[in-house]
């Protein structure tokens, strides 16, 4: 909202009349503060009703993926099957190839598994998080502004440090 100064003002200050008051400079900031605060819920609005449309299209995308996902685990079943009826073809007993199929179904689940465990194994604790996690009863405590008496993390290349038991000050 724009404020607009009467056609009194370019005259000077000697010859503008008493009836037309300019707004105080307080007058002028709580508008300001108004409109300001309009345009952020104004801006909010916007942003929940984006986010809302974005959210539906992302959340109809998941949907169409599973459904692709649980119609490409049907077409292997049906792809196994029909290696399986191959081998027989081939002259081999129905339930040998079945049970070759079988076998190598459980080889690849097998080393899967393996794979996963490995990578699992491989995951690091947050060690940062554990470490601030129980200093947190100690930090809970307050201490008067200059008397604290903790060690404070001290953190370089990402990596925190701890100092030693030294005492500091704010």
Request: hydrophobic share 45%; net charge positive; aromatic share 4%.
């Amino acid at each position: 909202m724009a404020h607009s100064v009467s056609s009194a003002s370019s005259t000077s200050p000697a010859v503008r009349g008493t009836g037309a008051e300019e707004p105080s400079v307080g007058t002028l900031v709580q508008s300001a503060m108004a409109d300001l605060s309009t345009l952020v819920r104004a801006e909010i609005e916007l942003a929940k009703a984006e986010v809302g449309r974005s959210a539906k299209k992302a959340g109809i995308s998941v949907g169409l993926f599973g459904a692709a996902g649980v119609l490409a685990a049907f077409a292997g079943i049906y792809l196994f099957v029909t290696i399986a009826e191959a081998l027989t073809a081939l002259g081999l007993p129905r339930w040998v190839s079945y049970g070759i199929v079988t076998l190598f179904l459980l080889l690849l689940a097998g080393i899967a598994a393996m794979v996963g465990l490995r990578l699992i194994k491989k995951i690091e604790k947050p060690e940062r998080t554990i470490e601030t996690l129980r200093d947190l009863p100690e930090l809970a405590r307050r201490e008067a502004p200059g008397e604290r008496h903790r060690a404070v993390p001290e953190v370089s290349n990402g990596r925190v440090k701890r100092q030693g038991t030294e005492s500091y000050t704010l």
